[in-house]
């Protein structure tokens, strides 16, 4: 079955500095991406839609420039919270659409900025 | 838009007991519709889907839910609930293309022993 693959699956990073997590698909090729966040005791809240190739879609509400989405193949797609603060600890997570498997979830990445 | 609504915030049955968690959504078209688990800190774990045909689906640990679509409903269910069962669940809907996938807020659930 499909598998996605969220690296890394926890970070703790100083505020100020920049993170990237990582959403790899890794037996089929994902058309689109979205990245969630999810704050503690909360429901997920979707943050951005890629689709291989080109920019992303954001939320209202989720800032482009400091959410930095890149999709450049059909098995990778990226996020980096850049100038990262501490309300933006919280837990990442990707999800992978292809036509065949439907929505595949990553296992997720908590974000703690100190 | 899509949206999700779970009315319940959290529930508390006994081990043994039987469970429904409620679900209800708004979509334009032919939804796709989703229950995921998750316990403390970890990832989802999908426990079933429905995307057509026979509008009640098993699923994986025991849970199965009946799609209505004259209630916009796709609850689940469970005949007879396990400790292990405790944990937060979403439902959620999504849609034919690119469609992005909504959640609901979710209904975290406690097992009594």
């Known amino acids: 079955g499909a598998v996605v693959s969220q690296h890394p699956s926890w970070v703790i990073c100083k505020s100020g500095t920049s993170v990237k997590i990582e959403c790899r698909s890794l037996d089929f090729q994902a058309t689109t991406m979205f990245w969630y966040r999810q704050f503690p005791k909360q429901s997920l809240m979707l943050m951005a839609t890629s689709n291989e190739g080109s920019k992303a879609t954001y939320e209202q509400g989720v800032e482009k420039d400091k959410f930095l989405i890149n999709h450049a193949s059909l098995t990778l797609s990226t996020l980096t919270v850049t100038s990262a603060h501490p309300e933006d600890s919280s837990f990442y997570i990707c999800s992978a659409r292809s036509g065949n498997y439907g929505y595949t979830f990553g296992s997720g990445t908590r974000l703690t900025v100190v | 838009a899509q949206s999700v609504t779970q009315p319940d915030i959290h529930i508390t049955v006994s081990e043994g007991a039987s469970l429904e968690l409620r679900c209800n959504y708004s979509?334009?078209?032919?939804?796709?519709l989703f229950w995921y688990v998750q316990s403390p800190g970890q990832g989802l774990q999908l426990l079933l889907k429905?995307?057509?045909?026979?509008?009640l689906v098993q699923g994986i640990k025991g849970f199965e839910a009946e799609f209505k679509r004259s209630q916009s409903s796709f609850n689940l269910r469970k005949p007879s609930v396990h400790w292990s069962d405790a944990a937060e669940y979403f439902c959620a809907v999504g849609g034919l293309g690119n469609n992005d996938m909504r959640f609901g807020a979710g209904t975290r659930l406690t097992v009594k022993p």
């Open positions: 979509y334009g078209a032919t939804p796709y």
């Open positions: 429905y995307f057509s045909g026979d509008t």
